[in-house]
């Protein structure tokens, strides 16, 4: 047993080391990684830490304090399994060194729980400041409020750092365990189309739920919506919590100090790994002999018309826009996640603009309430903000080419026009739907 786990920390360490960016020890790269620091992981820290932080206090006066920490984590959750399936997906089945490591004198089983751990510490690595956020939200609005030393128990401090660290663990288990059962099921498919819209079933189940949801609360406002879910009214968080029931335990050791709802959520995290280990032993291999054996789709002859002379910038644009949809994590990633969250927003406002409060702002705007104004400015620097520090196409337009990035520098187009097709990209995706 000793050996087997030595071989699945070798395993790690070697996808560590394959994966691993190197910083040149330049001032600029220096000053490009604390510009990126304080520009976005710090930005994104306080914006959770203040989301929790009020949450929580709305959730104190409505009487059910632990209700804000319950939301949370089950909405992280959900973000973890949704994007987490289509990693966990790639790493253990789509990876262009799985026919040598397969060869290797390793249990299926094993290679898989090396696979899955490596995939597990790189996909949470961002998540786990979120997650720390939200529960240092939690306790500033605990103190602010006189229960400072009831909350910073040494239960709920310890299942606070627990959860920081696993709860992403029971939800990428869900997504492995969903990988493997659809290559050994579906053994028939031969596209691997199927499998690659998984993560997009996914989603839209997650927010045909939430929407769902929204018809038992009344008039579409923050308030009722709040009320909804101190009273445990909301469908949405109801089957979250039948989902992702360690979550909740996580919720209930932190908010409630209990020792037993701490032990239960340690326990629950073994078990999910148990199973996973020994669901690969008798799955996994016969997974990757599916996959191997997936059809390829015809491919159509090149033709005198699809050699077409175009400018260099135009050329450099529809490679950015090619690797973008053609590479599933990019496009759900990138690409889905740019469209899907302002189109949201729209269909909320949309659902509450006979709403009362939405009517009675509307009116105090164009009245020239200077609060009004202020709101609308701050929204204005919101969306802003989002949408340069945290655009998700135009962060990772040189992170994209990979093991390619050589070809930036060694291709006949200047550094200045790659940079513009680059930004176009970006602009062009999400820009229109953001004008919504």
Same mark, same amino acid.
């Given at each position: 047993?000793?050996?087997?786990?030595?071989?699945?920390?070798?395993?790690?360490?070697?996808?560590?080391?394959?994966?691993?960016?190197?910083?040149?020890?330049?001032?600029?790269?220096?000053?490009?990684?604390?510009?990126?620091?304080?520009?976005?992981?710090?930005?994104?820290?306080?914006?959770?830490?203040?989301?929790?932080?009020?949450? +929580?206090?709305?959730?104190?006066?409505?009487?059910?304090?632990?209700?804000? @920490?319950?939301?949370?984590?089950?909405?992280?959750?959900?973000?973890?399994?949704?994007?987490? +399936?289509?990693?966990?997906?790639?790493?253990?089945?789509?990876?262009?060194?799985?026919?040598?490591?397969? +060869?290797?004198?390793?249990?299926?089983?094993?290679?898989?729980?090396?696979?899955?751990?490596?995939?597990?510490?790189?996909?949470?690595?961002?998540?786990?400041?979120?997650?720390?956020?939200?529960?240092?939200?939690?306790?500033?609005?605990?103190?602010?409020?006189?229960?400072?030393?009831?909350?910073?128990?040494?239960?709920?401090?310890? &299942?606070?750092?627990?959860?920081?660290?696993?709860?992403?663990?029971?939800?990428?288990?869900?997504? !492995?365990?969903?990988?493997?059962?659809?290559?050994?099921?579906? =053994?028939?498919?031969?596209?691997?189309?199927?499998?690659?819209?998984?993560?997009?079933?996914?989603?839209?189940?997650?927010? &045909?739920?939430?929407?769902?949801?929204?018809?038992?609360?009344?008039?579409?406002?923050?308030?009722?919506?709040?009320?909804?879910?101190?009273?445990?009214?909301?469908?949405?968080?109801?089957?979250?919590?039948?989902?992702?029931?360690?979550?909740?335990?996580? $919720?209930?050791? @932190?908010?409630?100090?209990? !020792?037993?709802?701490?032990?239960?959520? @340690?326990?629950?995290?073994?078990?999910?790994?148990?199973?996973?280990?020994?669901? &690969?032993?008798?799955?996994?291999?016969?997974?990757?002999?599916?996959?191997?054996?997936?059809?390829?789709?015809?491919?159509?002859?090149?033709?005198?018309?699809?050699? =077409?002379?175009?400018?260099?910038?135009?050329?450099?644009?529809?490679?950015?826009?090619?690797?973008?949809?053609?590479?599933?994590?990019?496009?759900?990633?990138?690409?889905? %996640?740019?469209?899907?969250?302002?189109?949201?927003?729209?269909?909320?406002?949309?659902?509450? =603009?006979?709403?009362?409060?939405?009517?009675?702002?509307?009116?105090?705007?164009?009245?020239?309430?200077?609060?009004?104004? %202020?709101?609308?400015?701050? %929204?204005?620097?919101?969306? !802003?903000?989002?949408?340069? !520090?945290?655009?998700?196409?135009?962060?990772? $337009?040189?992170?994209?080419?990979?093991?390619?990035?050589?070809?930036?520098?060694?291709?006949?187009?200047?550094?200045?026009?790659?940079?513009?097709?680059?930004?176009? %990209?970006?602009?062009?995706?999400?820009?229109?739907?953001?004008?919504?």
């Amino acid at each position: 047993m000793k050996s087997r786990l030595s071989q699945i920390g070798s395993l790690i360490l070697i996808f560590r080391k394959n994966t691993q960016t190197y910083l040149p020890q330049k001032p600029i790269y220096k000053f490009l990684l604390v510009l990126v620091t304080l520009g976005l992981l710090i930005p994104a820290v306080v914006v959770v830490w203040f989301f929790s932080y009020v949450l +929580t206090q709305a959730m104190m006066e409505a009487g059910n304090p632990g209700g804000g @920490v319950l939301f949370e984590v089950l909405i992280l959750s959900v973000f973890s399994m949704v994007f987490g +399936t289509w990693v966990i997906f790639a790493l253990l089945f789509f990876s262009s060194d799985r026919e040598h490591l397969i +060869t290797l004198p390793m249990r299926g089983e094993d290679l898989m729980m090396g696979k899955f751990i490596f995939s597990y510490l790189a996909e949470t690595t961002m998540e786990f400041y979120v997650i720390g956020a939200v529960f240092g939200g939690y306790y500033m609005a605990c103190i602010k409020y006189g229960q400072g030393m009831a909350c910073l128990n040494p239960v709920s401090v310890l &299942g606070a750092i627990l959860g920081t660290l696993f709860l992403p663990l029971i939800p990428m288990i869900y997504s !492995a365990l969903f990988s493997i059962l659809m290559t050994v099921m579906l =053994k028939s498919v031969k596209s691997q189309a199927v499998f690659t819209s998984s993560t997009n079933v996914l989603t839209a189940l997650f927010i &045909g739920l939430f929407l769902f949801s929204l018809k038992d609360i009344g008039e579409i406002n923050m308030e009722n919506y709040l009320y909804a879910l101190s009273e445990g009214r909301d469908i949405f968080l109801h089957t979250l919590s039948t989902i992702f029931f360690p979550s909740v335990w996580l $919720s209930k050791a @932190v908010s409630e100090g209990s !020792a037993a709802y701490l032990l239960a959520f @340690v326990a629950a995290n073994l078990v999910a790994m148990a199973v996973l280990y020994y669901f &690969g032993k008798y799955f996994y291999v016969r997974g990757l002999q599916n996959i191997a054996a997936l059809g390829s789709d015809k491919q159509k002859g090149a033709k005198d018309s699809d050699y =077409k002379v175009s400018s260099r910038f135009m050329s450099s644009f529809k490679r950015e826009i090619k690797t973008l949809l053609r590479t599933k994590a990019f496009a759900n990633n990138c690409v889905y %996640v740019n469209l899907v969250i302002p189109l949201c927003v729209v269909l909320l406002f949309s659902l509450s =603009k006979e709403g009362s409060n939405l009517l009675q702002f509307v009116d105090f705007y164009r009245q020239g309430n200077e609060r009004a104004h %202020v709101i609308i400015m701050i %929204v204005v620097i919101a969306i !802003a903000f989002i949408t340069t !520090a945290l655009n998700s196409i135009a962060s990772t $337009s040189f992170t994209r080419e990979g093991s390619h990035l050589s070809l930036v520098k060694y291709i006949p187009v200047s550094y200045t026009l790659q940079l513009m097709s680059k930004a176009a %990209v970006s602009i062009c995706i999400t820009y229109p739907v953001l004008v919504l």
